[in-house]
């Protein structure tokens, strides 16, 4: 029964997300007037008992019926405050390509983001950073290679395409660059030629490699709030550590990509750009 009950729910919850924002059609009601017939991504179910008096079925029958659909990914169970039909992002996922030339644009990471992102004829957008000076966390000090409890300059970033937020971005950076001179880092703005660039040219520390290493784990509050994500979702987590001409790290990059709307490419050798549909990898892809 709590498959039949699963089942049910989930052609209301489909339905919902088919209608159009400005349709009531969700208010109509049935079983007892106790249940929409469509569910809205974000509309609220119904309580265990709401739901056992509506589907005449036990609270365990429910509360299975509420599992199933938490594995699917339709709903999320919010502590204290109920279940919820999840929001999803139902446009085409970004392609990342990490494997480029670490020189071709200079470590100007936020541009390129901007130009990769217009070139597939979609809005891209980037908050004002927001720099602090804080002990970095211990995953971020130790590929910086600083002693615990060491100061860094952070600076933070959120991005959006299509005004959906996309990513979080977050760099960090040795503190002696800026008492050595390089001081826009600590400057609650946009560095348009790039960070990596405007370093070398100030202190004449230049990147010539860097390595990226890729983590997946469940989002944090914060991010569960930015990108509308349920509490089981999954996000990448990108360290991007860049390395100067005498191999020491000059700066640690992390981003944070939810899954549900990021794709990344590896290239190795020499292989055509990748062509494809959304979803549809083509032969060349």
Partial sequence: MYLQIADDLRKRIELGAALPPESDDSAAVELDGRLPRALRPG??????????????????????????LTGLGLVETRQG?????????????????LSTDPLASKGAEGATYLSDVKSKHRKADASIPKVEIQVPPVEVA??????????????????????????????????????????????AEDIVEGTVQYIAEVLNIKQVGYRDWITARSPDPNEQDFFGLAHDAAVFELFR??????GTPLRVTVTVFPADRNQFIVNVGNVPDP???????????
């Avoid at 509309?43 to 509420?66: F, W």
């Avoid at 109920?82 to 990342?96: L, Y």
């Avoid at 062509?275 to 892809?285: D, F, H, I, K, T």
Wanted: hydrophobic share 30%; net charge neutral; no cysteine.
């Fill in 142 to 187: 130790r590929r910086l290679r600083l002693a615990p409890r060491t100061q860094v300059v952070s600076r933070h970033q959120m991005r959006y395409i299509d005004d959906t937020p996309w990513s979080l971005q977050t760099s960090f950076y040795p503190m002696d660059f800026v008492t050595r001179g390089a001081t826009r880092l600590y400057s």
């Fill in 241 to 246: 550590t860049g390395f100067d001409q005498t």
């Fill in 81 to 97: 405050q109920g279940t919820f039909v999840t929001k999803r992002i139902d446009i085409d996922p970004f392609v990342t390509v």
């Fill in 275 to 285: 062509s494809y549909e959304a979803g549809q990898p083509s032969e060349s892809a």
């Fill in 43 to 68: 509309d609220q179910l119904p309580t265990e008992q709401g739901l056992s008096e509506a589907y005449s079925a036990s609270r365990n029958t429910i509360r299975d019926a509420i599992k199933q």
